[in-house]
């Protein structure tokens, strides 16, 4: 933890600490709304640690609460997480070995990737990653289990624009590589699939979608 | 609520699929060397995903749109961060545009 502490550059360490404070703040919100949708405080508690992946909860808890089967739920929420595989490949070593590994995967999301992505060498991208990881394992479950205890006291927190705040983090994130001519041509490629698949298809789809997409008319070896 | 054991079942499958996503990238990684250029592609991957989720974040809810507010203070940030501001100064900046254009009755 030390090691982490000191590798990061204090301004890293900042937005890393921010991140993790909207993080808490969706957590609240996402607790709330479970409570609300007729769940036990148990669900958003268990869902926050184990599966810790905000999207694929959010859809979860919204086709469950809607009468739908827990199961197909849950199918729905692996299709949102498929993009973990690919963020895994994307990374170099940050995990380590043994049970550093299984908690290090455990930690992987966008967030945490995003950062990892956007550091220059593998000793602070792996600081990086461990230290967003680490901050969402205790903020995104800290935040859903206090929501699901104030229920309805938490305000609906889309009106502070918080809802702009997880899009923005990431965009922050990766505008350094999107400077990359054919990087940002096969980021817009893909994110106009992405937007144009929304409508049809299954939440998660559209992103593998887009990639696949932008693969196909960039060209893996233009990306190289 | 819905029958508890299935409920328990579903978290059980969600949680267990998700770790084996976030396993299979890292595994992969440590086996097989990559030459540079590959490492560059997925690291493009990765970069082409993120957009995809930024846009499909800002821009809609559900399978529909999300209407100005948020696009707007996305976009905000957005340009802020091209032009090189601080990320505390993105991310307030896209709250808080999103939060007044509310204020404002934007939907």
Known sequence: MGSIYRTLAGGVRRDIALTCLAVWFIGLSYGAIAVASGFPLWVPAAQSV??????????????????????????????????????????????????????????????????????????????????????????????????????????????????????????????????????????????????AATPFLPAGLPVLLGLAGALALIGGRALA | MKDTTLVVAGIITLSAGTLAFRLAGPALRQRVAFPPWAEHLLEAAAVVMLTALVAITALTKGHGFAGLARPAGVLAGGVLAWRKAPFLVVVIAAAGTTAVLRLLGLP
């Not at chain 1, 009468?67 to 199918?75: C, E, R």
């Not at chain 1, 967003?132 to 229920?151: E, K, S, T």
């Not at chain 1, 609906?156 to 505008?175: E, Q």
Request: hydrophobic share 55%.
């Open chain 1, 50 to 195: 184990l599966v810790l992946a905000g999207a694929s909860e959010f859809l979860f808890i919204g086709i469950v609460g809607a009468g739908g089967s827990p199961i197909a739920a849950a199918l729905a929420g692996l299709l949102v997480n498929a993009r973990h595989l690919p963020y895994g490949l994307a990374l170099p070593d940050v995990t380590g070995q043994g049970w550093r590994r299984m908690l290090g995967s455990h930690v992987m999301n966008d967030e945490s990737v995003a950062f990892a992505l956007a550091q220059d060498d593998l000793p602070r991208k792996r600081a990086a990653y461990w230290a967003c990881g680490l901050g969402v394992l205790i903020c995104w479950p800290g935040g859903a289990i206090m929501g699901a205890l104030a229920g309805s006291f938490v305000r609906d927190t889309n009106a502070f624009g918080l809802d702009a705040m997880f899009p923005a983090v990431l965009l922050a994130l990766i505008v350094p590589a999107l400077r990359d001519r054919v990087t940002l041509r096969a980021a817009l490629a893909g994110a106009v699939i992405a937007l």
